[in-house]
Nanobody
Framework: QVQLVESGGGLVQPGGSLRLTCAASGSIFSINNMAWYRQAPGNQRELVAVISSGGSTNYADSVKGRFTISRDGAKNAVDLHMNSLTPEDTAVYYC?????????????????WGQGTQVTVSS
């Protein structure tokens, strides 16, 4: 089975930085888009940033210029570098991936979520 495991969350002061990492493991044939979402208490889950297999990126307006998404194809991993953090960035951050798995001579295309990692920005 496929697993997405996030790491790197924590408590940081306003203006600080954090790096989140998500590593995918399992019977993965290929990975298409990888993305980071976040969900603050009382809010819907929202897209933060997405990166395609070719390296094209897209960001939510609220994080443009502050966050950078990158991926390591060899490691099936995606990072989210977050700078100039504000209390409004406080949320649980989730990794998401569209990927193809191979099993019993068949290919399966599915969407997977990580378990989430808490980011808290507070003084």
């Amino acid at each position: 089975q496929v697993q997405l495991v996030e790491s790197g969350g924590g408590l940081v002061q306003p203006g600080g930085s954090l790096r989140l990492t998500c590593a995918a493991s399992g019977s993965i044939f290929s990975i298409n888009n990888m993305a980071w979402y976040r969900q603050a208490p009382g809010n819907q889950r929202e897209l933060v940033a997405v990166i395609s297999s070719g390296g094209s990126t897209n960001y939510a307006d609220s994080v443009k210029g502050r966050f950078t998404i990158s991926r390591d194809g060899a490691k099936n991993a995606v990072d989210l570098h977050m700078n100039s953090l504000t209390p409004e960035d406080t949320a649980v951050y989730y990794c998401n991936a569209d990927l193809t798995t191979y099993s019993a001579s068949r290919y399966y295309i599915s969407n997977y979520w990580g378990q989430g990692t808490q980011v808290t920005v507070s003084s």
